[in-house]
C-alpha cells in the first residue's frame, strides 16, 4: 500500500489535494485520471459543493459527482493507491461498514440534494457514479 494514505484499508473514492492554482474541477478530474486512467471532460461533472477538508481542519475541500460512460470503463485502469481497488455501487458504497465515513455523508448529502430521477438518468449499473 502507499504510504501515506489516510484512510488505509477502508472503501475510498478517488480524489486528493489541488496542485497549483487548479480549481477543484481540475483537481478531480486529475485526481480521477491518475488513480482510474480515466479522462472526463468538465462538461461531464454535474454536481459540486464545498465541504470542511477531512485531511486538513479549518481548510475548505469539494466533493463533486460526474458521470462515466460505457467507454470510460472500457479505459478504467486502477493506479497503485489502493489494496484491491474496485468499483461498487451507491448503495453497496453508502451501506459499507469499511467505507470512508465523511465521504458516505457526503455522498449521501449529494444524493438527498438531487430531484428523485436524477441519480437513475445519470447512475445505471453500466455507468457508476463517481466523481
Known sequence: MKPGIPWPGL??????????????????????????????????????????????????????????????????????EGHSPQLIGIAAFLGASDAVAPLQQRLAAALRSLPKDAVSRYHTPKTPLFP
Not at 20 to 31: F, K, N, T, Y
Not at 42 to 69: N, Q, Y
Open 11 to 80: 472503501i475510498d473514492l478517488p480524489g486528493g489535494g489541488r496542485e497549483g492554482d487548479e480549481s477543484p474541477a481540475q483537481c478531480a478530474l486529475r485526481e480521477l485520471q491518475e488513480e482510474f486512467g480515466v479522462t472526463l471532460p468538465e462538461s461531464r461533472l454535474w454536481w459540486a459543493r464545498p465541504f470542511p477538508a477531512t485531511s486538513a481542519p479549518g481548510r475548505i475541500g469539494w466533493f463533486l459527482l460526474g458521470r462515466l460512460e460505457a467507454r470510460d470503463l472500457d479505459a478504467m485502469c486502477f493506479g497503485d
